[in-house]
């Protein structure tokens, strides 16, 4: 259940005559399944988007590490872990009755960042190094690769009810403090869409910006940003929305263990999180 939360298509299948297998007639393998889930369901945008390259441009959504690292020829037999698009590690556990789990973090050698999905602190490895990780059966690993923007919304009890919630960015800077990213958005239902819009987001000079193309109209707001491997608590900040600078006196800044959290900034997206392009500069 925890696994396959992370693979494009998710649903259990049983027979007449077979051991009941639902989620909730165990404890632990509904606890599981619940806080993959969340995630999964926290992702669910970025998922979208995925399959909207996979549909125009041919990339996977599901990708073995070798493909996303050729220049690595010691990745060639790794299988006991994926990459959900070029952003986000996947290190299940495979084997029964363990409370830990080995994997490797590729490129870490040359540069690359990866940042625990849970903490958002930054992973300690050499390269080439098999690390072990903390496994309880309730867990999965999930780490982001840095440089990576992900658009997410909180997980509600349906994918409508989630994509009904507010967005928030979660901004996971490179080794030259840069990232990028990208969200795909339509009604989610029409085979032919009347409206579709791709949000390009951008993060360099301590600046996040959007690019905004198409006329699709998602309601939900922006509701906070989320920088990863911030360098400290900025003196200030500024944000424009649409051409247009925005008080940001009670907006909120906090910084905790290499991390900047941005709150409050609903009041300026009532329409919308996308309707206008955006650019949020912090001063240090």
């Given at each position: ?24 007639r ?143 960015l ?16 339509d ?6 869409q009347?409206?579709?819009?791709l949000?390009?987001?951008s ?22 940003v ?16 649409a ?28 329409g ?13």
């Amino acid at each position: 259940m925890s696994l396959s939360a992370f693979f494009p298509f998710y649903r259990n299948h049983n027979v007449k005559a077979t051991i009941s297998q639902e989620a909730y007639r165990w404890s632990s393998v509904a606890e599981a399944s619940r806080r993959a889930m969340s995630v999964r369901y926290s992702l669910l945008t970025y998922m979208y988007t995925l399959f909207y390259y996979a549909h125009t441009q041919g990339d996977t959504v599901m990708r073995a590490l070798a493909w996303e690292f050729p220049n690595d020829p010691s990745l060639a037999g790794t299988f006991t872990q994926f990459m959900l698009g070029p952003s986000l590690l996947i290190t299940p556990v495979l084997i029964p009755n363990v409370e830990s789990v080995n994997g490797v973090f590729p490129g870490i050698g040359e540069g690359t960042n990866w940042y625990d999905w849970y903490t958002l602190q930054p992973v300690v490895a050499q390269a080439y190094e098999n690390v072990t990780l903390s496994a309880p059966i309730t867990h999965i690993n999930v780490h982001i690769r840095g440089g990576a923007i992900l658009p997410l919304q909180a997980p509600a009890y349906t994918t409508a009810e989630t994509r009904a919630n507010p967005y928030s960015l979660l901004v996971a800077l490179d080794e030259s403090g840069q990232a990028s990213g990208s969200l795909y958005l339509d009604d989610g239902e029409s085979l032919v869409q009347d409206a579709t819009k791709l949000v390009q987001f951008s993060y360099t000079n301590n600046c996040l910006s959007t690019t905004i193309n198409g006329t699709y109209h998602a309601a939900p707001p922006l509701a906070n940003v989320t920088v990863a491997g911030a360098p400290s608590l900025p003196k200030g900040m500024s944000l424009t929305i649409a051409g247009q600078p925005c008080e940001v006196s009670k907006v909120a800044l906090d910084y905790s263990g290499g991390v900047l959290y941005v709150s409050g900034i609903e009041p300026f997206t009532p329409g919308g999180a996308w309707e206008g392009e955006m650019r949020m500069e912090f001063s240090y």
